[in-house]
């Protein structure tokens, strides 16, 4: 019988062992076998396919992170997925796996503060170069591109700013330069995007964030495909990145209810984005207005928006967008999205760190909101009372 994905996510377990519904958590560092013999059999499984569950020793994996790669794998539609103990660790990995000295890279300008961090500054004392292109201008991406170019790394949207890319003429024009392409895709998660399919070499999520939907554990996936399957095996053998069972089996669990959250961030997220767009001093950051560069771009790619969105407040008192935010009482205040709870920041240079191409006036301001779980009347009314403190 073939089942939609939604109901496969429901019956992961089933499909791979037949006693509890949940996956046993297999703990592991040494696996034991019944002779040498036995233990070169093994070995040679491996070799002849390394992505079939054959392991002679923990650090490979055991059956626990093993059912948790095969879930990810179904779910990017890719050759394989590598697991890593936090999502910012499967960005370090791709990049790892491809990049060697006297290489460039091309990286979008809105990427996550860390992203920018590794590839400007801490890959520079290894004679990689790092060049960061305008997201609304993809020009600026290919006039940069020289003989030296090994990578083109995507995140769509971009952290904060929310800029949804065309992300087919970005592949095309790697494609065309033979340049490998990777993509974060955390904020959509394979749900609503599926990068490997759509042309991309590398898609990463961090499981930190919708994946698990609780809060309560870290964790990275990288989906490639066949074409750098083989570079990315080396590199996270020599790495020794290890997502531990334990967390792999939150993961798995959290991955159940992936749709149904999405669904729901994404109901509740629609709801607040419809009521905040009647505030004039209030630039939403999300795939809302039918009419902009961002609708059409996300249109044009993703099925369905998640729980994450950007305001751009217009304001000449900086202390009562402070105060709108602090006036936020269902809201936390902290780093990290994709739970199950509404979140706030107030965007500083702190979180955005320095950017190439972005233009904030003196009078605008960043808010970021995480639409939770939670019941959406409430969500609305305690945005709506904190509001009368912006002026
Ligand atoms: C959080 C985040 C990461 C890193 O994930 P961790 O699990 O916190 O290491 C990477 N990319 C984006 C866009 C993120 O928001």
Do not use: C
Not at 156 to 179: C, M, V, W, Y
Not at 245 to 274: F, M
Not at 295 to 314: A, D, V
Not at 340 to 352: C, G
């Amino acid at each position: 019988m073939t089942s939609t994905f939604k109901t496969f996510l429901k019956h992961t377990a089933k499909d791979f062992h037949n006693q509890s519904v949940n996956p046993p958590v297999v703990r592991a560092s040494t696996i034991i076998f019944k002779s040498m013999q036995d233990i070169r059999k093994t070995q040679s499984k491996f070799r002849k396919n390394p992505i079939g569950g054959h392991f002679d020793y923990g650090r490979q994996g055991t059956s626990t992170t093993y059912i948790l790669q095969k879930i990810l794998t179904k779910l990017e539609e890719s050759y394989h997925v590598f697991l890593t103990p936090t999502g910012f660790g499967a960005i370090f990995l791709a990049i790892f796996s491809l990049v060697r000295p006297g290489d460039e890279i091309i990286v979008a300008d809105p990427s996550y503060k860390p992203t920018r961090r590794l590839t400007q500054d801490f890959l520079k004392d290894f004679n990689i170069k790092t060049i960061f292109y305008n997201p609304s201008d993809l020009n600026t991406l290919r006039k940069n591109i020289s003989k030296n170019t090994k990578l083109i790394f995507v995140e769509n949207p971009g952290s904060n700013t929310f800029d949804f890319q065309d992300l087919s003429k970005i592949i095309q024009i790697a494609k065309k330069h033979k340049i490998y392409t990777a993509i974060d895709n955390t904020w959509g998660t394979p749900y609503f995007l599926k990068p490997i399919k759509l042309g991309f070499d590398m898609s990463i999520v961090s499981a930190t964030k919708y994946y698990s939907g609780h809060s309560d554990v870290m964790g990275g996936s990288l989906a490639v495909n066949k074409r750098v399957f083989r570079k990315v095996q080396l590199a996270d053998n020599v790495t020794g990145l290890r997502l531990g069972p334990d967390d792999a089996y939150l993961i798995t669990r959290g991955l159940r209810t992936l749709d149904v959250r999405l669904d729901k961030h994404q109901d509740n997220a629609k709801k607040v984005a419809a009521f905040l767009s009647k505030y004039k001093n209030i630039k939403l950051l999300y795939p809302y207005k039918k009419n902009s560069q961002n609708f059409k771009m996300w249109k044009k790619y993703y099925s369905g928006s998640s729980g994450l969105m950007g305001l751009k407040i217009k304001s000449k008192n900086k202390k009562s967008v402070t105060k709108f935010v602090n006036s936020l009482k269902l809201f936390g205040y902290g780093y990290s999205w994709g739970g199950f709870e509404s979140l706030a920041l107030h965007q500083s240079n702190l979180e955005i760190g320095k950017r190439n191409y972005l233009k904030l006036e003196k009078d605008e301001h960043l808010v970021r909101l995480h639409i939770g779980l939670e019941d959406p009347k409430d969500i609305i009314n305690d945005i709506k009372q904190a509001l009368k403190h912006l002026k």
